[in-house]
């Protein structure tokens, strides 16, 4: 029986192919971020307040203020078809069956047009990887406007790949049939080590997002941010705002975990912009922990992809359900009504 997050990975691992689940599962080095993107959530112990009325608890809550189901969000996960054949639209119909938004990489087997037309209602973000063929990046930003997205999240933690050993271990290559319309074309027929190392234009500056924010009328979020400096100067350069991320231990190898870096961000930018933080998340109780430390959300990376390998659609749609399950009992459970009434004041560490 699958009841949690837990189970679907195990059932994920069970029947995917080891050299793509070695893909979605791993991290860069030693793992020992991805490992404590986890661990990082057991240092931390609620406090509840009882007999409060929790006869009616919702969810729902807004980001860059449009409402969402939960403060919880689909992250930007490459490859999906990867998990299953169909990919990228089958989470991005599981999003909209439960009314969360869902962030498209740039590294789809689908355009944003053509996922926007295959999954009508869906509120769809994009995630940006910035190549330095410029041309090639206006254009696919201007088609991300014009298919409807809501917002760009600009992926700032990757001037090189991670080195992702797991990989080179099982020797895992894309498969040839496995379409990458986003990126330049140049790079698509590279070997997927050396493509995964040119998507980004590793000379980019703060100052080149004044070219993002003309190329691009969307809010933008900048993504993988780890430190109360860059927070500031994400809000200073026009971010609406920001990803706590370390990119679900897949890039730099030791930096802390999210939710640890989670209230030095939260601390520096006060409310000028919203942070949303990443990595790690596994329960409805990780997401209340996050939400206590000063995030609006929280996105989950790895959760869905292993919904997707195991049913597709609906096991995607099963595992945002049991999350959004979990947000709530917790909530009950906590002494609050909803997303909004969690502070501070309902964690302590342990
Ligand atoms: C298999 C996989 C592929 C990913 N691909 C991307 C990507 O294309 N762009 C991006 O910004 N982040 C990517 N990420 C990072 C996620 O957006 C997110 O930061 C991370 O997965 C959060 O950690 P979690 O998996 O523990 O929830 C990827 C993560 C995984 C696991």
């Known amino acids: 029986m699958l009841l949690n997050v837990g189970d679907y990975e195990r059932e994920a691992e069970r029947l995917l192919d080891p050299g793509a689940f070695g893909y979605f599962a791993g991290g860069a080095g030693d793992e020992l971020t991805l490992r404590d993107n986890v661990e990082a959530f057991s240092r931390w112990q609620f406090r509840p307040r009882v007999l409060v009325d929790v006869g009616e608890v919702t969810t729902p809550t807004t980001v860059l203020g449009r409402e969402i189901s939960m403060p919880l969000l689909v992250a930007p996960t490459a490859f999906q078809r990867l998990a299953h054949p169909d990919g990228e639209v089958a989470t991005a119909r599981a999003a909209a069956e439960v009314g969360t938004v869902m962030c498209q990489s740039t590294l789809s087997s689908v355009t944003p047009a053509e996922l926007a037309a295959a999954a009508p209602g869906t509120r769809l973000w994009f995630q940006l990887y910035w190549s330095s063929d410029r041309g090639f990046t206006a254009d696919l930003l201007a088609g991300v406007a014009e298919a409807g997205f809501e917002a760009v999240v600009f992926t700032v933690d990757f001037p090189a790949a ?21 990126i330049p074309g140049s790079l698509r027929r590279r070997d997927f080590h050396t493509a995964l190392g040119e998507i980004v234009d590793p000379t980019l500056t703060w100052r080149d997002l004044e070219w993002l924010r003309e190329a691009c009328p969307l809010p933008i979020l900048l993504k993988g941010i780890l ?71 929280v996105l989950v990376g790895r959760p869905p992809v292993w919904g997707l390998a195991v049913g597709g659609q609906q096991g995607v749609r099963e595992v945002l359900e049991l999350l959004r399950a979990e947000i709530a009992l917790g909530l009950t459970h906590l002494g609050c009504r909803s997303p909004a009434e969690v502070t501070r004041a309902q964690v302590k560490p342990k």
């Open 227 to 297: 430190s109360g400096e860059d927070a500031l100067l994400a809000a200073e350069h026009g971010a609406a705002g920001v990803i706590v991320s370390n990119h679900g231990g897949r890039q730099l190898d030791g930096v802390a975990a999210s939710l640890d870096t989670l209230p030095e961000v939260v601390e520096a930018l006060g409310d000028r912009v919203e942070v949303l933080v990443d990595g790690g998340v596994r329960r409805g109780t990780d997401v209340l922990k996050a939400l206590a430390l000063g995030a609006r959300a």
């Open 162 to 182: 991670g080195r992702r050993e797991r990989d080179l271990h099982a020797a895992f290559t894309l498969p040839e049939d496995l379409v990458t319309p986003n």
